[in-house]
């Protein structure tokens, strides 16, 4: 019933009018939904793939009705989502197309993971949001990450304006239940827990103190693991338990005890958390670090006889790679189960990379399949707390199809594809126009600049060795900010046929690109004006340049950045509240704060250094003389 309400509000969207829903058997130029079996709702431990899976479904349109059949609610329901995409037209020339369809995963574990910890803090609304995208493309795992940001039992001090309650947690259970996906705890056990950490009550736990890694020589870190365990378990139904265990930064160069491996140790603990999860009923996955610069499992390859029996390694790398299988192999030759983890690359950047996350996450999924992989973990991170998150949407549900498919998806149509699903069909091709240029931008700066965008967003353009980056790839910098701003103009056309709020988050990247090219080719161009001074500093040349040019309050190029610096963070502090509470917000916030503030310094000495400080006759002073001290 629930799968037959998605197709009759789905349908509705399309005709402008909502079918009705009867629970009999169908007649006439019916839709049927008819399910075979008793087949479970959700994935199971030991879930598998292929025709015969739980997940299976069959799909006939004819000229007399259509059938959707399948053993499993969540058959149907994949079968629904289909359906959906196949119908051609709008309202009365709405039609579906004679076809049949025998469709079922490649992957049994089709995961996602959103991080609720480094960044923002979610609405619960946003999160449901996030799981009809994750139906829609038939993912059937979210990974709910967590540092310190549910509520628990005895740990009221930390975090406490950044988690979720409980009853929250079991809201987006069994919101993800209806749709066919499993809640899978994602805890940090071992690492990323400074969270806890910076708390005096729980700093000894820690190596160092106040860090961010427990301290396996502490035998009171078991008292706090054993009972983040059973909290935890006991608010997750899922057969599964993630233990996080990845880039112990601190181990083996700090707190090392005489005569003790504290490689082994640090497999004690994973074993230890192991055996708590198992007695709780869960089967434990934890993130292998495979062949990365924390790695414990590459340079150590003798631990991998360690790993627990039945325990699910987690290999993960986000980057472009020839070749994954090395990542895979090791864990396979040992026979341990795998869930490839590849990434959305959007963590650092003002727009994700998505060329270089679609070949990766394309890479790595296919070489899990030929290693017979358990299935796949789409991830995606918030480090620079200053992520949008709905800018991973397109790579949610691409990492979705993934998954489902046998071969790698169309990088080329995929944009297209997936805005004719997800937006009306006026709107559709604008916003694909969009994400491809956005993408490109996203390209240009990173090679240009040489680092993550938003590093490049907030950085000093005066600086000399910055500074020279940009003179150098201005021309490429031109481009970028004319894409930037045609992107616009796609998804402000998008947006006048279809409000939707992740068009708003698109457009808000491109005004940032926008905002980043003005001021590198301004600080390109200020140079110019120095340079031509400093060989003829004639005097109507000096007005020019530097009193109307750049210190004009109607015209001038420092107002320019000062005015789009303001709109653009009231712009960012509406798209971060539209989709999270205001917790971390106003730290954000402060950045924006520093970049008008940087602005107003530059006005201030361009003032005092060159229009009351230069006399005419004198050197004309360099560009470093109008660029703060401290930037």
Not at 350 to 375: E, V
Request: overall charge negative.
């Amino acid at each position: 019933m629930f799968a037959a309400g998605q197709l009759a509000s789905g349908l509705g969207t399309i005709l402008t009018a909502t079918p009705e829903i009867k629970q009999t058997k169908a007649t006439g130029r019916a839709i049927a939904l008819n399910r075979t079996g008793e087949a479970g709702a959700l994935p199971a431990n030991n879930e598998t793939a292929g025709p015969d899976s739980r997940e299976s479904y069959t799909l006939r349109v004819t000229s007399k009705g259509a059938e959707i059949q399948a053993r499993s609610s969540a058959g149907l329901f994949y079968g629904v989502q289909t359906l959906l995409q196949m119908v051609e037209g709008s309202g009365p020339e709405a039609a579906l197309p004679e076809a049949e369809v025998q469709d079922w995963p490649a992957l049994a574990y089709r995961g996602v993971m959103i991080d609720f910890s480094e960044g923002e803090l979610l609405r619960v609304s946003e999160v449901e949001r996030q799981l009809d995208l994750m139906a829609r493309f038939k993912a059937n795992q979210l990974y709910f990450y967590s540092e310190a940001s549910i509520e628990l039992e005895g740990y009221g001090v930390a975090n406490p304006n950044g988690r979720y309650s409980r009853e929250d947690v079991r809201h987006v259970i069994e919101y993800a239940r209806q749709r066919h996906i499993d809640v899978v705890p994602c805890m940090e056990l071992y690492g990323h827990m400074h969270n806890l950490f910076r708390y005096e009550k729980f700093a000894d736990l820690a190596l160092p103190r106040y860090g961010a890694e427990y301290d396996p020589r502490n035998p009171r870190i078991y008292e706090v693991l054993d009972d983040w365990i059973a909290q935890t378990t006991r608010l997750f139904p899922s057969p599964f338990y993630h233990v996080g265990f990845d880039e112990p930064w601190s181990l083996g160069k700090i707190g090392v005890v005489p005569g003790k491996d504290p490689f082994k140790t640090f497999m004690e603990v994973l074993r230890h958390v192991s055996e708590q999860a198992k007695s709780h009923g869960k089967r434990t996955c934890f993130w292998a670090d495979i062949d990365q610069g924390a790695s414990t499992l590459s340079n150590h390859p003798e631990l991998l006889k360690d790993v627990p029996p039945g325990t699910i390694a987690c290999p993960w790398i986000y980057e472009v790679r020839t070749n994954y299988a090395t990542f895979i192999e090791p864990l396979a030759a040992r026979d341990i189960p795998t869930l490839v983890a590849p990434g959305v690359w959007g963590w650092n950047e003002l727009f994700p990379d998505y060329h270089r996350s679609f070949f990766n996450i394309n890479g790595l999924t296919a070489t899990g399949r030929a290693y017979h992989t358990l299935g796949m973990i789409n991830t995606t991170w918030c480090d620079s707390q200053q992520t949008i998150y709905r800018l991973t949407y397109p790579g949610i549900a691409f990492g979705a199809a993934a998954a489902w498919q046998p071969e790698p998806v169309n990088t080329n149509t995929f944009f297209h594809d997936y805005c004719a699903v997800v937006f009306p069909a006026a709107a559709a091709a604008d916003a694909a126009s969009a994400l491809e240029e956005l993408s490109v931008v996203e390209e240009i700066f990173e090679r240009v600049l040489q680092e993550d965008t938003q590093s490049s967003f907030w950085a000093d353009p005066l600086a000399p060795g910055h500074l020279k980056k940009l003179q150098a790839g201005v021309q490429e910098i031109r481009r970028a900010r004319l894409l930037a701003e045609s992107a616009q103009e796609r998804l402000q056309r998008a947006l006048r046929v279809s409000p939707d709020r992740t068009l708003e988050s698109l457009l808000l990247s491109a005004r940032l690109f926008d905002y980043l090219g003005m001021k590198s080719l301004y600080a390109v161009e200020w140079a110019g004006y120095f340079r031509q001074l400093k060989e003829n500093p004639k005097k109507e040349l000096v007005t020019l340049y530097i009193g109307i040019q750049m210190n004009s309050t109607t015209y001038g190029m420092l107002t320019d950045l000062r005015e789009m610096i303001s709109e653009l963070r009231e712009q960012y502090r509406q798209a971060w509240l539209d989709e999270a509470t205001p917790f971390r917000l106003q730290n954000a916030l402060y950045r924006w704060d520093a970049e008008w503030e940087y602005w107003t310094a530059v006005k201030k000495l361009l003032v005092q250094q060159v229009l009351h400080g230069w006399k005419e006759g004198e050197p004309f002073p360099d560009l470093e003389s109008i660029r703060p001290k401290g930037r």
